[in-house]
Nanobody, 123 residues
Framework: VQLQASGGGLVQAGESLRLSCAAS????????AGWFRQAPGKEREFVAG????????QYADSVKGRFTVSRDDAKNAVYLQMNSLNVEDTAVYHC?????????????????WGQGTLVTVSS
């Protein structure tokens, strides 16, 4: 499956962004999906994930209550709604897909990755 992330940009603290990840090539409903981010000089970290069915989601503690992950298999897409952004959210955000059942937090269990989209939050 091929993944294409989009929706990044420059926003001010407190504002919102919605990231999209378009999937192609295979039936997207067969994959769990996740969002990861990597800030300069830091390791890639889990942000949010959604199970194949969409019925289960998980979030990093740092984004819980502010970010919402969702999927629309009819559109072969997964989304990350990001509200109340702060400067610590500045990073390159990647979407990923995994055939593992459940919500996957570890990046090593994701086989497919999209290119990143840059989110920059200014104070």
């Amino acid at each position: 499956v091929q993944l294409q992330a989009s929706g990044g940009g420059l926003v001010q603290a407190g504002e919102s962004l919605r990231l999209s990840c378009a999937a192609s090539g295979r039936t997207f409903s067969n994959y769990a999906a996740g969002w990861f981010r990597q800030a300069p000089g830091k390791e890639r970290e889990f942000v949010a994930g959604v199970s194949r069915s969409g019925g289960t989601t998980q979030y990093a503690d740092s984004v819980k209550g502010r970010f919402t992950v969702s999927r629309d298999d009819a559109k072969n897409a997964v989304y990350l709604q990001m509200n109340s952004l702060n400067v610590e959210d500045t990073a390159v955000y990647h979407c990923a897909a995994s055939t593992v059942v459940g919500v996957i937090r570890s990046p090593v269990q994701y086989r497919y990755w999209g290119q990143g989209t840059l989110v920059t939050v200014s104070s």
